[in-house]
């Protein structure tokens, strides 16, 4: 692992607000949220459907900007950086598994794990190399070429895991894993994430 890997990311959040307009009405789905997260720890976010965990993690995750608040990672304050450097830090420093783990469908399972590090601009070949680790690192090794139509549920969650994780990042965010799957392949889910962490 990089060294930027092994000590993760500092995360600061500070009095996070984030509004919708929906047809002339504002919802507030965040308000006041205050947070620190140091490098390499574990956090938990509960709450019921409709609580707002999916727009906390897009919110901190660069997808959405905060209405208000500050987000720091590694005390770079995002709210100061242009779209370019967003993105360009989404790539390096956070990885993302999703419920729906949104592979392409007409990539096989190396290409959709080298895809993150393609669009960085990485060279194809070194690219193929490390999704190629990553995926063993998942305990997909005899899959690297299947499509995901060709992949059971739990195999393709594994694939996002393996592409979330192929850059390094020093934060990764996880919203609902293992809502698609069933008991037995959710909990496999869960404890390749505890290993890999």
Request: aromatic share 4%.
């Amino acid at each position: 692992m990089s060294e930027s890997s092994t000590r993760g990311v500092s995360v600061v959040i500070r009095d996070l607000c984030r509004r919708f307009d929906k047809n002339g009405n504002v919802v507030e789905v965040l308000q006041g949220v205050d947070l620190e997260i140091g490098p390499g720890e574990r956090v938990a976010v509960l709450g019921p459907s409709g609580s707002g965990k999916s727009t906390f993690l897009h919110t901190l995750g660069t997808l959405e900007r905060p209405s208000e608040g500050q987000i720091l990672l590694d005390g770079e304050d995002l709210s100061t950086l242009s779209a370019a450097r967003i993105d360009a830090l989404r790539n390096k420093k956070i990885g993302f598994v999703f419920q729906f783990h949104h592979l392409l469908p007409e990539l096989s399972a190396l290409d959709n794990v080298a895809m993150p590090m393609l669009v960085g601009g990485m060279p194809r070949k070194d690219a193929r190399e490390l999704a190629s680790t990553a995926l063993i690192d998942v305990g997909l090794e005899h899959r690297l070429s299947h499509l995901p139509g060709e992949l059971s549920g739990g195999e393709q969650q594994r694939v996002a895991i393996a592409r979330a994780l192929v850059a390094k990042p020093g934060l990764l965010l996880a919203d609902e894993p293992t809502g698609n799957l069933d008991p037995k392949t959710a909990a496999g889910v869960l404890d390749l994430f505890l290993r890999l962490h």
